[in-house]
């Protein structure tokens, strides 16, 4: 059973900067895929950006050029650094595996997510 514990959120206006850290544990594949998610309240999970414990990254168009992943194998940590924040990236974040690649589906169970709060 993998527990995902997600941190870093916080408040910051507009155009500020957060990084995210989620730390994994328990047992799990290796050459694995992690990947960050955000929801807002009422609306549907979606995917932020995903990297392969090789590096290859995936974003969603709504965040390039702004938020950047990267992973610590040796840690079983995966970064999300949060830069020129808008108020529309208020959401809470989540981490989590996917299954098959960089567009596979998110694998295991939520960690409880951390809260971005932009102010405009």
């Known amino acids: 059973q993998v527990q995902l514990v997600e941190s870093g959120g916080g408040l910051v206006p507009a155009g500020g900067s957060l990084r995210l850290s989620c730390t994994a544990s328990?047992?799990?594949?290796?050459?694995?895929?992690m990947a960050w998610y955000r929801q807002a309240p009422g609306k549907k999970r979606e995917l932020v950006a995903a990297?392969?414990?090789?590096?290859?990254?995936k974003y969603a168009d709504s965040v390039k050029g702004r938020l950047t992943i990267s992973r610590d194998n040796d840690k079983n940590t995966v970064y999300l650094q949060m830069n020129s924040l808008k108020p529309e990236d208020t959401e809470v974040y989540f981490c989590?595996?996917?299954?098959?690649?960089?567009?596979?589906?998110?694998?295991?169970?939520w960690g409880q997510g951390t809260q971005v709060t932009v102010s405009s």
């Open positions: 989590n595996y996917l299954s098959d690649g960089l567009d596979g589906s998110p694998v295991g169970s």
């Open positions: 328990g047992s799990r594949r290796s050459n694995n895929v």
């Open positions: 990297v392969t414990s090789g590096g290859i990254i």
